[in-house]
T-cell receptor, first 114, second 113 residues
C-alpha cells in the first residue's frame, strides 16, 4: 500500500512564503501531484512532478526528491484567497498497461492571516 | 471548456433509503473516477472507468454500492440502502487517459440521518 504524511495545519501571514512538506512510502512510484481544495469546492490540480527538481508555476512551486521520497509545495506572496486545503497525491503504476492510481494524503489546511 | 459536472450538490436522506449521484465528465475524457471524501481526509478512489468498462472497483463496497457508465460518457453512482457511515462528499473526476491529470467536479455532499 501507500502512505503519505503532510502537516495537518499551517498558518502564515499574507505576503509571506509557506512550504508544505509531503513524505511518502510506496512502490511503483511515478510522480507527485498537488491539489488545492477550498471549503465546499472541488480539488483543483496545481502541479505534477515526475522528475527530481523544482517546477515553478507563477506564485506556486513544487519540488520532488525521489531518493528521499519527499516533496513540497511552496507558495509565495501569500494572498487571503490561498486559504484552503492542500493535498499531495502519489501516482503509482501497477500491472496492466497504462494503469495508474492516485493516492491522496490527508491534506494540509492553510490559513492565511492578515 | 466546461468542467466536470455533478448533481445533486447536496442530498439529505434517511438511513436505509436509496440515493444516486450523477456525473458528466469533461468532453473527450475517456477515464472517469468516483472518489469518496470524508471530512478532514483526502479523496479515496471507489471506482475507475475506461470508457464504459469498470477497470478498478476493488475499493467499491459492492454489497450496497453500484456504478454504471453505460455509453462511456455520463456515470451514475448508487447506494442502496444508505447507512449513517455513508455521509461524506462523493467526488467525480475525469482524465483524458489514465496517465493524464485528473480534473474533479464539485462533489455531492451526502448526509444520512
Amino acid at each position: 500500500g501507500q502512505s503519505l504524511e503532510q502537516p495537518s495545519e499551517v498558518t502564515a501571514v499574507e505576503g509571506a512564503i509557506v512550504q508544505i512538506n509531503c513524505t511518502y512510502q510506496t512502490s511503483g512510484f511515478y510522480g507527485l501531484s498537488w491539489y488545492q481544495q477550498h471549503d465546499g469546492g472541488a480539488p483543483t490540480f496545481l502541479s505534477y512532478n515526475a522528475l527530481d527538481g523544482l517546477e515553478e508555476t507563477g506564485r506556486f512551486s513544487s519540488f520532488l526528491s525521489r531518493s528521499d521520497s519527499y516533496g513540497y509545495l511552496l507558495l509565495q506572496e501569500l494572498q487571503m484567497k490561498d486559504s484552503a486545503s492542500y493535498f499531495c497525491a502519489v501516482r503509482v503504476g501497477y500491472s496492466g498497461a497504462g494503469s495508474y492510481q492516485l493516492t491522496f494524503g490527508k491534506g494540509t489546511k492553510l490559513s492565511v492571516i492578515p | 471548456e466546461a468542467g466536470v459536472v455533478q448533481s445533486p450538490r447536496y442530498k439529505i436522506i434517511e438511513k436505509k433509503q436509496p440515493v444516486a449521484f450523477w456525473c458528466n465528465p469533461i468532453s473527450g475524457h475517456n477515464t472517469l473516477y468516483w472518489y469518496l471524501q470524508n471530512l478532514g481526509q483526502g479523496p479515496e478512489l471507489l471506482i475507475r472507468y475506461e470508457n464504459e468498462e469498470a477497470v478498478d472497483d476493488s475499493q467499491l463496497p459492492k454489497d450496497r454500492f453500484s456504478a454504471e457508465r453505460l455509453k462511456g460518457v455520463d456515470s451514475t453512482l448508487k447506494i442502496q440502502p444508505a447507512e449513517l457511515g455513508d455521509s461524506a462528499v462523493y467526488l467525480c473526476a475525469s482524465s483524458l487517459t489514465p496517465a493524464d491529470t485528473q480534473y474533479f467536479g464539485p462533489g455531492t455532499r451526502l448526509t444520512v440521518l
